[in-house]
């Protein structure tokens, strides 16, 4: 049900092991920056580790390092990426990639071809809502159904790491 709605251009809510999020398939970014209003740049969210590396330009030993210390869980890497992704993935060359902790999200992100783009489940600055019945009632406007989750998102964003070669960066 979640794969055909995202297929068709339809945003989800969904939760992940941080906070709430808002999905999108890669094909639906445009859709993503309506709800979100602003242009970028979106979280991608891979159905595993391997998935995840594929999309980086350069597969250092740091990040692969990173990686496997850290995914699945409620850690995001920042790194150089490949090209072919939509516009609003990037910033300055790099992408946030996480492989979440929540089986559901990695399903579905398999069943996508391995990644889907998400962002926190708010509007324009405003509180992270949760997943629920009535946030997806609420934002019924944009979100055309919502992901139902055996896994309780922790509250808090995830912590963010820039890679570059050798070097780790916390951005938070």
Request: hydrophobic content about 40%.
């Amino acid at each position: 049900m979640a794969t055909r709605s995202l297929i068709k251009g339809d945003l989800l809510a969904h939760q992940t092991a941080t906070i709430a999020g808002v999905v999108a398939s890669l094909g639906a970014v445009t859709a993503l920056q309506r709800f979100k209003q602003r242009q970028g740049p979106f979280l991608l969210l891979a159905a595993s580790i391997g998935v995840a590396l594929k999309l980086s330009r350069f597969r250092s030993k740091t990040l692969q390092n990173m990686a496997a210390s850290h995914w699945p869980g409620p850690v995001t890497l920042v790194f150089s990426a490949r090209k072919g992704l939509p516009a609003a993935c990037y910033h300055r060359g790099t992408i946030a990639v996480r492989v979440d902790a929540s089986p559901e999200v990695r399903c579905l992100a398999k069943e996508m071809g391995g990644v889907i783009v998400s962002s926190s489940l708010n509007r324009r600055k405003r509180a992270t809502l949760p997943a629920n019945r009535n946030t997806h009632l609420r934002l019924s406007r944009w979100l055309n159904g919502r992901i139902k989750s055996s896994h309780k998102g922790s509250g808090k964003a995830s912590a963010i790491f820039l890679i570059k070669g050798k070097k780790i960066k916390k951005l938070r």
